[in-house]
């Protein structure tokens, strides 16, 4: 297990190296800077030139990439062109909305999806089946943001059980602030649902036809205690590496759905340094959410290979 674990941690740090380099380059590249933003249009060509060279806009590519690099191992990830203060404290204060936004929605997608993909496995064949099967299926073709937008029509404004957008801050108390959260979960958990079902459905009906799960049959189990007892915890290997898929659509889900509901999280703060050329900020919020992806696929990777052993010395 030590070498399986070492051999797929050489792999992360080989992906988070050229994650930040093609992070870095794809927005350097972007037409404009913040010279131009921070001035208007109005100012001199050498105005904007002076302002630059200040920002350091004008040094080499591989220069600006190793500053930028080598500043993020450090823990100092810069200052920002628009706010004039750390990003580090910056982020840290987004995250204190997007962190807790993401695991909100995680839950209430594994949750749906694990019961519903349970269920369906159970009456394979059956109404039950159809019907959970098609509920995924419109799940999948609704956008977050539309569904967001529904919810608040009808949870904040028809019916006022939840808040249609903002955040206390955590000061306020954590009902408040969950309540705030509540409807953009979700918005985000209810769509990766819709996937996670099928899979794990998938997942089971292919257990269940192994011989150990007729065996424990065999033996008087019921099937539902069959199902949660034998065939689920055998069929999480393909479940768990799904998650860890899905969550980086559910990061990138979520800098839609913070802008529909007014959260000052993560998504929120790149749209506007995107709108600011705030380069800087912009390149380690992304590469954050980059980091926290290739971290989280690390970390089923062991998962599942504890969970089946089979996988680790295939790999080796």
Partial sequence: ?????????????????????????????????????????????????????KLGLDQPFALRYWHWASGALSGDLGLSYAYGSPIGPLIAERLAVSAPLAAMAMAIAATLALLGGVYAAGQRGKTGDVAVMAASQVGLAIPNFWLALVLVLIFAVHWRLAPAGGFPGWSAGIGP?????????????????????????????????????????????????????HALPNAMTPILTIMGLRFADLLAGAIVVENVFVLPGLGRLIVQSIGNRDALVVEDCVMLIAVTVIAINFLVDLACAAIDPRLRTRET
């Fill in 1 to 53: 297990m030590l070498g399986y674990a070492l051999q797929r941690f050489l792999v992360l740090a080989a992906t988070l190296a050229v994650a930040s380099f093609v992070v870095f380059g794809v927005i350097e590249i972007l037409p404009g800077n913040a010279a131009e933003t921070i001035l208007g249009a109005s100012a001199t060509p050498e105005t904007v030139a002076a302002l630059a060279h």
């Fill in 177 to 229: 602030c969950l309540a705030a959260l509540i409807l953009p979960a979700i918005a985000l958990g209810v769509v990766q649902a819709a996937v996670l079902a099928r899979v794990t459905r998938s997942a089971l009906v292919e257990t269940l036809n192994e011989d150990f799960i007729r065996t424990a049959r065999a033996k008087g189990l019921s099937r539902g205690a069959t199902l949660w007892r």
